[in-house]
């Protein structure tokens, strides 16, 4: 599989030539290693996982550095935050842009060091897995369902691994490893099942009153633990939108997972076809759309400005999405057949937002316009 060609390349390529530090944040073995090793195939490369590179880093951070002044990739820098003052007075003194290329499955750590050390200094990207559009030229999808079971991991792809034995042990490598590592997490089993539980209500309002009483934890531990989630690339809050943005923070979120083969896995579902009947088809559906849309966004370097709507008499849009000052409303429907009923919270919502584009995404194959309301599908996103 060609990993060449990831959408992100050119606008990271460009931000080398601004800023003294390009970060590239992602889940783990999304293809950050492989991505910055082709933006800049002739830097040096050091694996700060490795424990003698750590070792080193740690105790003589400048004398590390020193031995890197020609261009060099660090991975997985979140391991060595006793680096960043040293980053931050090494490029000072030389002033030159593109030097160092960092990268990290780690979001919360990493993004409190260059807060607080780099700020105003290094250009912040994010890495997802594949997206939709990145594996089209390479791979035959077939069918939304393939898409959405296989997910849109690199390694995955590159050794053509099935997804019942990929993700399982990824899995288990991510509970065994970056929990622990993020949070110090002792009862995994517990932890396991909040993320078992969390796929089951994709999609859903994220009630923390209903987690703890399941699971006999307090609500504090509960937001605690989705805080790891996000902070490792693994799940993602989408908020409520509100014309007072106040209200946008305070309302209670839904939850969806950033890659949906994993979310699958926990769901259970092992091959395409066991979507057909699959209690969680729809939120699985509606999570790979809103996924996709903001992986749009991120391969092009911007922040996605994301909500869901949902008003007082429960009429509801799946996604809004915010961009150059306009504002599009999604509606998504995993049903392969139209109808007209799946206008009705696009067109409550108008009342909201008279100048917001509408849009319906559904499984099915039709392209038209109702109501001015454009009909589409995944493969036209």
């Known amino acids: 599989m060609n990993f060449v060609n990831r959408l992100l390349k050119d606008k990271a390529l460009n931000l080398l030539t601004k800023f003294p530090f390009l970060a590239i944040t992602g889940p783990r073995q999304s293809g950050k290693t492989t991505f910055a090793k082709k933006l800049k195939p002739e830097y040096e490369y050091v694996n700060l996982e490795l424990p ?43 002033n030159r842009p593109g030097e160092y290329i960092l990268t990290g499955s ?182 790979l759309i809103i996924l996709e849309s903001i992986k749009n966004e991120l391969n092009q370097g911007n922040t996605p400005s994301v909500y869901f709507w949902r008003d007082s008499h429960q009429n509801e849009v799946d996604l809004l999405q915010e961009k150059e000052g306009k504002l599009m409303a999604i509606e998504i429907k995993a049903s392969e057949t139209f109808h007209p009923n799946f206008l009705k919270g696009l067109k409550n919502f108008r009342k909201v937002a008279p100048h917001a584009e509408s849009q319906l995404i559904y499984a099915g194959q039709m392209l038209h316009q109702r109501d001015n309301i454009q009909i589409s599908n995944l493969w036209n996103l």
């Open 106 to 287: 780690q979001n919360f750590h990493l993004s409190s060091q260059i807060t607080q050390s780099l700020a105003g200094r290094v250009a912040m990207l994010n890495l997802l897995p594949f997206s939709l559009e990145e594996l089209k030229a390479d791979q035959n999808i077939g069918s939304w369902e393939n898409l959405a079971v296989g997910g849109g991991y690199p390694r995955k792809y590159q050794f053509d691994i099935d997804p019942t034995d990929f993700y399982p042990n990824y899995i288990q490598t991510y509970l065994e490893r970056d929990v622990r590592q993020i949070l110090n997490i002792k009862d995994l089993a517990a932890f396991q099942k909040f993320i078992q539980l969390l796929a089951g209500r994709a999609g859903q309002l994220f009630n923390q009153s209903g987690f703890s009483n399941e699971l006999g934890l307090d609500n504090k531990t509960i937001n605690s633990w989705l805080g790891v989630l996000e902070a490792s690339f693994v799940a993602f809050r989408l908020p409520a939108f509100y014309q007072n943005f106040n209200k946008r923070i305070l309302k209670t979120p839904k939850v969806y997972f950033y890659d949906t083969g994993v979310l699958c896995n926990l769901l259970g579902i092992k091959k395409a076809t066991d979507l057909n009947l699959h209690f969680a088809r729809g939120a699985v559906f509606e999570n």
């Open 52 to 94: 003698e590179n750590r070792e080193f880093a740690k105790s003589d951070p400048l004398a590390f550095l020193k031995n890197y002044q020609k261009g060099v990739i660090l991975d997985e820098i979140q391991w060595v935050p006793e680096l960043f003052p040293y980053l931050q007075v090494i490029s000072d003194e030389r």
